[in-house]
């Protein structure tokens, strides 16, 4: 890919927020939805002032197609290079956007309504685990990115590779990614930036840039929705269902509902997803190169190219003063959505529907709930992993060989539809107070997303996010308490009618570095319940729409 000159011309802003502090890539004031005393309408900073950029390969495709594969990788600045080369970057946050390029110069921050992130996978690479390239331009991979590593990747203790996928959806450009101070991502002789995005081009084909243009018949969203319906993934009449032989234009639907309704309740509650037979939409209708318009509809003919610009605030990694930290991922279907290799809990299909509210229900009691009940000891490897090479390692025999124990560092909210907030109370099942959260922001078509728990050792459960007096965000511990069983409850509130759960199910991570993890009898649940009893269209109808 031929270099791209970061500069600015004219670029317009995600947000108009003048007090955004200066510095950061985007143009928004960074919150958090429960700050310590003091903090409440702090702008939320990075605990590095040191940052580099980079642009993905770009992103081609016509209105309604979908893009979901690896992209080739893209060398990091030379002086990045040579300032890390045998040495480890610790980064401590990173921002995103999606963008458009002209004549080599970055010109517009491109709404969610022209160009939708469904998710992605980012990742930073060092020189001993890089992608191959075969790799390149794979389609359809889920959180796990082909590497190819060498004999330097083994036998030392700093990761070759990592990844940084929170709130990796439409919300990911307003949502604050700075890691308390402290807390960082590590990677050895990082050489390479690799991108493997799920992009849906929602540009209204007219050529007005407004909201808007053609939908399938299978599109969910009401009349006047001020998001896409394609953004939804609607198997369209485009797609071969074969419910007796149990495929997808040929590919076997394997949804793998969990059968015990304490894991998930999806099954037993007769999700579509989990059923072919009631399939409507989602990832099986979404992959690469899929249009999302029906056979009769002509998909077209203006191929628009979008960007994603990343920044990243690094420093020296110092082992006296640095924790690390690895996210770790739960669906509320019931498996490890983002796992280690070899957790026998992975899965790949993480998605749900909502389901319709009966006709005249009232907002206020328009809502859908979702449970997940697991413990901490799922989503670790149970036969071991490698740190230096896999990006998600949590090792189960390192966990209970240091006596277990789990202490939250973070954990990120879901986000509605067009930034409607949401009721979130979070709680513990052994105590009252809420987990520290954020409040991610956006705008576009947005919905519930994914709940994120960061755990370390160094911070006890019922923690709050303040920022030291300079700038970025330090973690001040609250009284310790008992942390084996765990409860986590999300209410939802949204308009009233309900149109997406979002794009990736609720997610937990925890911490390794110090690797100390919640006792194997440690239990957690998470209960998701959609509320339509904020401000808004009041009388919007309640429609299905799904999850993925």
Known sequence: MASVALTLASTVPLAVQPSAPSGQMNNIVYRIANPAPGY???????????SFEVLSPPIRSRYSEVVWRTLAPVPLPPDI?????????????????????????????VPAYQSYNHHYTAQLRGAASRLPAWAVGVPNLRYALPAETSPAAQGRPQPTVQSFNEHNGNEARQSYHGLPTGYVQPVESPVEFVFNPMQINTLNPDGS????????RASAAPAGASYSGILECPCSSRRNIDVAAGTIDGSPFNPRCATDPQVSDLLINKNPTCDIA???????????????????????????????????????????????LIHLEWA?????????????????????????????TPPQQAVATVTSHFQVKDMLSPNGCSVRTDPYCADATVAAARGGGVALVMAGGPLPLAGVPLARAVQRRDRRAPLPHLAP?????????????????????GARVAPPPAAGAATRPAPPGRQARKRLCVPLRRDGHLPNAGDLPPRVLI?????????????????????????????APAVSSHAT
């Open 81 to 109: 290079i040579a300032q890390y080369n045998s040495s480890v970057m610790a980064v401590t946050g990173w921002e995103v956007d999606t963008v458009r390029v002209t004549n080599g110069t970055i010109t517009e921050s």
């Open 441 to 461: 922001h956006g705008h576009g078509r947005q919905a519930l997303r994914r709940v994120w728990l960061h755990m370390a050792p160094a911070v006890p459960v």
């Open 209 to 216: 840039g407004t909201r808007g243009g053609p939908l399938p």
């Open 332 to 360: 509320v279907n019931g498996c490890d959505s983002g796992g280690p290799s070899g957790n026998p809990h992975n899965c790949a299909h993480i998605e749900f529907d909502v389901p319709k509210a009966p006709a005249g």
């Open 278 to 324: 009631t399939y409507v939409g989602g990832m099986e209708c979404c992959k690469d190169g899929m249009a999302l318009l029906d056979a009769e509809q002509d998909i077209p003919p203006h191929v628009d190219e979008v960007y994603f610009r990343w920044r990243f605030y690094h420093e020296r990694f110092d082992a006296a003063k640095h924790t690390s």
């Open 511 to 539: 911490a390794t570095g110090r690797h100390r993890h919640g006792p194997p009898s440690a239990r957690l649940s998470i209960c998701l319940g959609r509320r339509s009893s904020l401000p808004g269209p009041p009388a």
């Open 40 to 50: 409440e309408t702090h702008a939320f900073g990075f605990a590095s002032s040191a």
